[in-house]
């Protein structure tokens, strides 16, 4: 077999392993979520400390509630998360994942002047051959953090755009309104 089946085999075997890690992890923690009853007092307290989430599907035609609507979106392009999350206690976030046709380095230029023409300062940004991740902030609480990934195996790019607002800044949105 030549060296470079090889190290795809090999890619692909960590990869299934990796994968199937994350599905156990994630099927346990639904498993503590949904049924303390029959759980140590240690895992009882534990359970008490995990914050639920409730996820709502946004229609794909429309941007998350809360994103910014002038937020850049590449026309056409196939969408493949869109949906608001919150939390007992106000946290917020609006989501939204989309394949790209457009390089890594291009969605980073159209994300940073973005950022820079909308007053957010940026507060991170970090480049890799196969990823960029740039996040910015506003204010006194809202933040976005955009993704975009290669995939080079599967030559797909995506992009993903989360916008999370603190609690107390939504609050203090909303008293703002209010007077």
Known sequence: MPSSKIKLLGILVIAVL????????LQKLKTTVRN????????KKEHKNLVAVTQKDVDASRLPDGMPQDIPLEVGAKVLQNYNATTPDGR???????QTKLGLQENREIY???????GWKISAEV??????????????????TVTVDENAIAKIRTVDIVYFVAPSAEKATENKTKK
């Open 127 to 144: 480049s890799r051959p196969t990823n960029v991740v740039i996040s910015a902030v506003k204010g006194a609480g809202e933040f976005i």
């Open 92 to 98: 917020f976030q609006a989501n939204r994942m989309f």
């Open 112 to 118: 940073v002047n973005y950022f820079k023409s909308k």
């Open 18 to 25: 990796i994968a199937l890690g994350l599905w156990f992890s």
């Open 36 to 43: 303390p009853v029959g759980k140590s007092d240690k895992e």
